[in-house]
């Protein structure tokens, strides 16, 4: 029987990566210049890696393998703001694209790994499945024994095919997701113990019929968070991932599953893993209220409660406006929560970030220190409300705002960027639409977050990784919106029933 050949020496990785969060209830289309506009590196080009460097687990991969001495060819990457459903000829050219890199990379050499950064939960036109499909065409690319490793977003919905592609599999634990570097060292370290000779390593999946939104800063989700780690590093099982699943996208794959990548010596073991952990994940989820998200108006209450209790000294109450969270899709520009808070007559707030480039750009013009009527906002669809006519003064404008996104050393721009005062509410809007990751956003256009009493995110989870430092307190409100969590009332047409919370389902952790 011939030896296996051992490699030593630095090993020269393949990276890159494709990243879109699909939601196939947005009012907002994708299109090439949705990724162009983010984040669009090719291969070579020093400008762009630059930028892709600061993207979670792509960026990473560089400094772990870096590390390690290894080389690394960057492939190319892209990612966009979550929205609607990739078209079919823009997912096929990007896949398309990395193919023909990863094609080019091995022909100039040997390549030893492939590292590809994925979400998960990316769903294009003709494709429900793109990971699993990009991944499936990697795999008939590299041959049967190249190792291949893959890092999700616990908010992808995990699919056989994704599987079946033979890639080992690992997705953030944290949300806030502020552990990817952590999983990229897991991941490489057990892809170079494969790609120097060790055993194969294999990703087991077994899906769990609930879906939601389960932040991880809170018990009981802390605790089932901290409870995976004592499955790792015993009985073959080299790493567990809980992936919640991402709601709105309407795909039969959608809902939560477990993935278990073990070394094949006990597949029992694996088995019981995988059935343990989904059984605890349906317990926790299933079995009580977990962080509540209020209806509007219920939420301001509890806000002004929360205001009315404060000690001298203590920080604001946030208040996450997250059914316009575009992290998930929505559009960024709704205003039912800053019309309900003038209705009210709530003093001392900030909120933003309002994406609303038209108003800003006004805004801008008309400069710093000029009072002027302005429509605000509600400008996409029913589901952002109607435009708010407000009289302001514009007291900051920028346009070199950049605020931490996932990544902890994030740079995200944040486009032209006006802050507007209206009686004591500061409200900001900008010009690229994203989340409010930081107080940045605020901070930088000299909103003073520590004499506000009420601070308004458009966020729904990730932005307690910076304000939870400078804030008394949280409300998550449930305002209407694109990200609203009356799933029954979504139009649902390929999801797999019955999971939770649409129907009732029976104990066992899945199937």
Known sequence: MKAKLVKTGPLTVFVAGLVHET?????????????????????????????????????DLFTVAEGHGDRVIDGPTAGAQPSGPVPRVVYEALRDELLADLAAAMAAGPVDMVVLTLHGAMVGQDHPDCEGDLLTHVRAQVGPDMPVGVTLDLHGNATQAMVDSGAVIIACKEYPHTDFLARMAELYTILSAMARGGPKARTHIRKVPVMGLFGTTEQPMRGFVDRLAGHEGRDGVLSVSMMHGFIWADTEHTGAAVLAVSDGSDPAAVERTLATVAADFQAVVTGGPLQTRLPLDQALDSAQALIAGRSDGQGPVVLADSSDNP??????????????ILERGIQDVALGMIWDPQAALIAADAGVGTRLPLRIGGKIGPLSGDPVDLEVMVTAVRDDIRQRGLA?????????????????????????????????????????????????????QHFRATFDAISSATVYCDAPGSLNLNLAALPYRHLRRPIWPLDPIAEGGGA
């Open 23 to 59: 939601n196939s209830f947005s009012p907002l289309p994708t299109s090439m210049r949705s990724f162009t506009n983010d984040l669009r590196h090719r291969a070579g080009d020093a400008a762009t890696l630059a930028r892709a460097r600061v993207l979670p687990a792509y960026g």
């Open 327 to 340: 992290g998930g899709g929505a559009a960024c520009d709704s205003t039912f929560v800053l019309r309900a």
């Open 408 to 460: 902890t050393d994030g740079d995200d721009p944040i486009g032209l960027a006006v802050a507007l005062r209206a009686g004591s509410i500061d409200i900001v809007l900008n010009s690229v639409r994203q989340q409010t990751f930081s107080p940045s956003c605020f901070t930088e256009l000299g909103i003073d977050l520590a004499a506000k009493a009420l601070v308004v995110v458009k966020s729904t």
